[in-house]
C-alpha cells in the first residue's frame, strides 16, 4: 500500500469497523446484575443509599422519612489498551493481518464491564459498602439489630435455602418487610451442577423439588477464580447490588499522523480504546453470597 493520509484513514476506518462490531456483539451479563450509572463528575457521591423508605397511612401531618447520611463515593478510574502496526507491514500490504486483533480488542473491550462486574462480586467479602461494612457481612447495622447477608456453606439444597429465607426476611428500620424476592443465584463452572439440581430438577432425593424455578440460574466464566463461592441476588428493583458507573464509554482511538511522535520516531501506527468508569455496591440488602469454604 502507498502511505498516504488518504490511505491510512481508510485503513484507520476500516480497523474501527471491525472494533466496534466486536464490540457491539460480543455477549456480556454484568447488566444481569449490575445498574448503569452515568457519572458527569470524577466521582459520584451515592449518599442516598441507606434505609428504603417505604410507604404508611397518612395520618395527621406527613411524616417525613429522612434517609441516613453515607459518605459513599465511587470515584472513576481510566482503563486503556493499545496496540501497534508497523509501517513495514503496511508498505507491504500485511497489514490485513491485524484483523482478528482488533476484533479481539473489541471483544475485551466490550468484555471490560463483565470483568469489573463480577470482580466486585468476588471482592464483596471484603470491599466496603455504604454503611462501612463488607458487602457481604454478618454484622450490617438495621435499627438496634444487626444483619447478616453472609454464608460460608457451600453450595447445596439447604444452604440455597438458607440464603433465600435470609434476603427475603429482610426488614428497614421500622421493622417493616421490604418485600425483596431474590431471582437469580449466580455460581462459578464449577458450581453448575449443583445450581441446575437446586433450580431445574424436578426431584430432590425422591421428594418434588419445591425451590425448582424460584430463581434463574447464572454460570458466569469471570467467577472461575474463587469456584466455591456462589451468589444468591435480588435484581428486579431499580438499583441492583453492583453499580456499574460509567464516566465515559470505551471509544476506539489512534494516532496515524505523520507528525504523531510515534509515527516520527517509531515508524508506527498506534490504535487502542480507552474509556472512565468504575463499580460499586448497592443495597446488601438484596444480596447473600457465601464463601463455600464449609461443607
Known sequence: MIINQANIRSMSVGYSVIFNKAFATTPVT???IATTVSSTTRDQSYNWLGQMPQMREWIGDREIQNLAAYDYVIKNKKFEMTISVPRDDIED???????PMFQNMGECAALHPNSQCYGALMGGFEGLCYDGKAFFAADHPVGKKKVSNLGTKKLSMEAYKVGRTAIMSMVGDKGNSLALVPNLLVVSPANEEMGRKILEAEFNNGSSNVYKGTAKLLVEPELAAQPDQWYLLCTTRAIKPIIYQERKKIKFVSKTADNDDNVFMRDE???????RN???YGFWQMAYGSTGENA
Open 30 to 32: 454484568y447488566q444481569q
Open 93 to 99: 500490504d500485511t497489514y490485513g493481518a491485524y484483523n
Open 269 to 275: 501506527f498506534l490504535y487502542g480504546a480507552d474509556g
Open 278 to 280: 468504575n463499580v460499586g
